[in-house]
């Protein structure tokens, strides 16, 4: 089974909002950092936000007062709330859990990948 399923992406025009899901059927996230990377065609995959065990968060700077990630314990699943999309956007992002090994974590860190959701913005 998949540990981490992700769902949510889709196309929307600039300006728009979606809002990306990462179940966490193993419970990863109980004791790793939990991220979202992105991976735009011809680029390398970065980190967009991350939050700890304890809920603390980073946002990148690239998507700060716009992208929100956040966690529901009960339904163990995480989110990330993307409003006032830019073309800029577009990318694969990914669910991760990572070792607790560098804040923000690096892909190279990742334990667990999601399989991926295509994110599209038009302009």
């Known amino acids: 089974a998949q540990q981490l399923v992700e769902s949510g992406g889709g196309s929307v025009q600039t300006g728009g909002s979606l809002r990306l899901s990462c179940e966490d059927s193993?419970?990863?996230?109980?004791?790793?950092?939990m991220a979202w990377f992105r991976q735009a065609p011809g680029k390398e995959r970065e980190v967009v936000a991350s939050i700890t065990p304890g809920g603390a968060t980073y946002h990148d700077g690239s998507v700060r007062g716009r992208f929100t990630i956040s966690r529901d314990n009960a339904k163990n699943t995480l989110y990330l709330q993307m409003d006032s999309l830019k073309p800029d956007d577009t990318a694969m992002y990914y669910c991760?859990?990572?070792?607790?090994?560098?804040?923000?974590?690096?892909?190279?860190?990742?334990?667990?990948w999601g399989q991926g959701t295509q994110v599209t913005v038009s302009s």
């Open positions: 193993w419970y990863i996230g109980n004791t790793n950092y």
């Open positions: 991760a859990a990572t070792r607790a090994v560098n804040w923000p974590p690096r892909a190279q860190d990742a334990i667990y």
